[in-house]
């Protein structure tokens, strides 16, 4: 059993050995960000500026936008939420400015990540606000402990970035 595993299986047992025992609080998003996801299973980038194994065509444009999010799911709720996902992650592949993305996810954090490369802010934004994407937040939060996204327009590097260079973005505007 995974240590994660095993603590949401203790406090699943908590409240009935000791009604009067207060409620566990729920965990931070850095105590979320802090797991190790040595297990992370990443997906090739794929979208029209990469080709089928995932390596770019050419270079990223310069300037670009770089979105990055992951959500840690609640145990029991693995499915449900993976289900609310899909349907934004496909629409992905529809929308004019997109370059790319990838996606990862670990079973032992319960997490699942995302990084989308964008011509612009107005091309990522109409996917945001989009129909598709919003009912997924809408609908998918409620199956999530905690959930922290991040973009910025990328001036420096012409290549994509690095499941690192995500956690570092998100590691420094948490602080």
């Known amino acids: 059993m995974q240590p994660r595993t095993a603590f949401y299986a203790l406090t699943l047992l908590l409240p009935a050995c000791d009604n009067d025992d207060p409620p566990q609080d729920e965990p931070t998003i850095a105590e979320l960000a ?3 996801e040595s297990d992370l ?6 979208g029209p500026a990469f080709d089928d ?5 050419a270079p990223l444009p310069q300037p670009h936008v770089v979105a990055t999010t992951v959500g840690w799911h609640t145990p029991e709720n693995t499915d449900a939420l993976s ?3 899909q349907p934004p992650m496909m629409d992905l592949f529809t ?3 997109f370059l790319g993305a990838r996606f990862a996810t670990s079973e032992r954090c319960g997490s699942a990540r995302t990084i989308s490369l964008w011509r612009d802010d107005a091309a990522r934004m109409k996917f945001v606000f989009g129909t598709v994407h919003s009912k997924a937040i809408k609908n998918g939060l409620k199956f999530t402990q905690g959930w922290e996204t991040t973009n910025w327009s990328e001036t420096a590097s012409d290549q994509p970035p690095t499941w690192d260079d995500v956690r570092r973005r998100l590691n420094e505007i948490r602080q």
Not at 41 to 46: C, N, S
Not at 53 to 57: H, N, V
């Open 83 to 85: 289900a609310e996902t």
């Open 53 to 57: 194994s995932g390596d770019l065509i």
């Open 41 to 46: 299973d990443p997906t090739p980038f794929m």
């Open 95 to 97: 929308h004019d400015g």
């Open 34 to 36: 802090a797991c190790d």
